[in-house]
């Protein structure tokens, strides 16, 4: 997913110096479903270890 991101002034924390920032475009990682799959797996792992070690 890529987001817009608007223009801002921004501060260069070194000097103090501020800067105008130009719109942009920027990636955004949502990994949701690939965390939601492992977490899933994890759980099914464990209940099974559960019933086996039982």
Sequence with gaps: MIVKKNA???R???NGQTLQMSE???PKFQ???IYKQT???AIIQ???E???NV
């Design 12 to 14: 260069n924390p070194k």
């Design 24 to 26: 942009h475009y920027s």
């Design 39 to 41: 977490i899933k797996t």
């Design 8 to 10: 801002r002034t921004v």
């Design 50 to 52: 559960v019933k086996t």
């Design 31 to 33: 990994p949701k479903s």
């Design 46 to 48: 464990k209940e099974t």
